[in-house]
């Protein structure tokens, strides 16, 4: 009962951290463009977050069932999966870097499980059809595909979408357009935060399901006091209190530090205007939206900051400080083999120590 305990507390740091790290992805425009105080930006996002991780279980469901085989998961499994993705997300943080929390949690997840089916690669779900959906499910199609199409899909379609801005408003005076799109990034702003919540949020919920459907599983909750009842569940299913619980986390987070981040969004990587912010935020949270219907863990970081890209390329590729860019691709690819690479790694000296077998 302690170790279910433990492993949710630390599934709620992870979540805490995720806000600070990732959900200040969804507020860097309308923060670095002055169309809200960071306050302000907080409050909204906080409340859309909230919306849109009840709005939905896809993507849940897919981080808690979709990746590995659930019958060789364990409680310490889990733990070592989240572990490994604060360990990597504080690394990312500390130096300014938009890496991903999504791809975090998932190679640590990865990894935890290869670990634990003591390096037994099929423990893995690669890739198959479901019988009962006819879908493709696995770590390739829903997790490796989008990684490299949902950047390249933002920052193409954010390019071109900028340039029609531009082309519709180049007989307009600056302070018009300002005004005009500075009301209209506070609904773009609203809709990337919403479209957050039913991807981002989601993902932990994924987590916590899986370790209250093992806890289950194990026992863990036979001889427990019925206060811990509401912890009990015969099968996966993602509860009400849980989705509070990860949406209240996030926002708290994103209150506490977001700030490295968005530094590194709008300021850093290319000089941002309110048009410019409407235009990424609107291309980022249509992608996200529909990668959150489809049941993908998508990275909402890459695809914020490739549409920031995208945006900033179509006043001049110049405009984009492309050693900043640089950085932030080489923490993308290194997310999934390296927060894996923890996980198993902890995973074995767990059983080092005889924490595990």
């Not at 696995?138 to 071109?160: E, S």
Request: aromatic content about 10%; hydrophobic content about 55%.
């Amino acid at each position: 009962m302690v170790l279910v305990l433990l492993v949710l507390l630390v599934a709620l740091t992870f979540e805490y951290i995720n806000g600070f790290h990732d959900t200040a992805n969804s507020i860097a425009t309308v923060v670095s463009t002055k169309v809200l105080t960071p306050t302000q930006a907080v409050v909204m996002s906080a409340s859309f977050n909230l919306v849109g991780a009840l709005a939905g279980t896809a993507v849940a469901s897919t981080i808690g069932k979709g990746l590995v085989d659930v019958q060789l998961i364990d409680l310490h499994t889990i733990l070592c999966a989240l572990l490994a993705g604060i360990a990597w997300n504080l690394i990312t943080w500390w130096v300014g870097l938009p890496s991903s929390s999504s791809h975090a949690l998932i190679g640590g997840l990865c990894g935890a499980a290869l670990g634990s089916a003591h390096n037994d690669w099929s423990v893995i779900k690669w890739s198959a059809i479901n019988a009962a959906t006819q879908k493709w499910e696995g770590l390739w199609p829903k997790v490796v595909l989008p990684m490299f199409a949902a950047p390249i899909c933002g920052l193409f379609v954010g390019f071109l979408f900028m340039t029609l801005l531009t082309v519709l408003v180049r007989r307009a005076s600056p302070g018009k357009v300002n005004h005009f799109f500075a009301r209209f990034q506070l609904v773009s702003s609203a809709w990337m935060s919403f479209s957050h919540g039913t991807n981002d949020a989601q993902k932990t919920m994924g987590v916590i399901a899986l370790t209250l459907f093992s806890a289950t599983t194990a026992g863990a909750f036979d001889h427990a006091p019925a206060v811990f009842s509401v912890l009990r569940t015969d099968h996966f299913e993602i509860h009400t209190w849980v989705k509070f619980a990860c949406a209240l986390t996030m926002a708290a987070g994103t209150a506490a530090g977001g700030w490295r981040i968005i530094k590194t969004l709008g300021h850093k990587m290319v000089k941002l205007q309110k048009i410019h912010g409407f235009a990424a935020q609107t291309i980022a949270a249509g992608v996200i939206q529909i990668a959150s219907h489809l049941g993908m863990p998508l990275s909402t970081t890459h695809v914020i900051s490739s549409s920031i890209m995208g945006v900033g390329a179509s006043k001049r590729f110049s405009a984009i400080k492309w050693t900043v860019v640089e950085r932030m691709v080489w923490a993308w690819l290194m997310t999934l083999p390296v927060s894996g690479a923890i996980a198993w790694g902890l995973v074995e000296l767990f059983r080092l120590v005889g924490f595990v077998t």
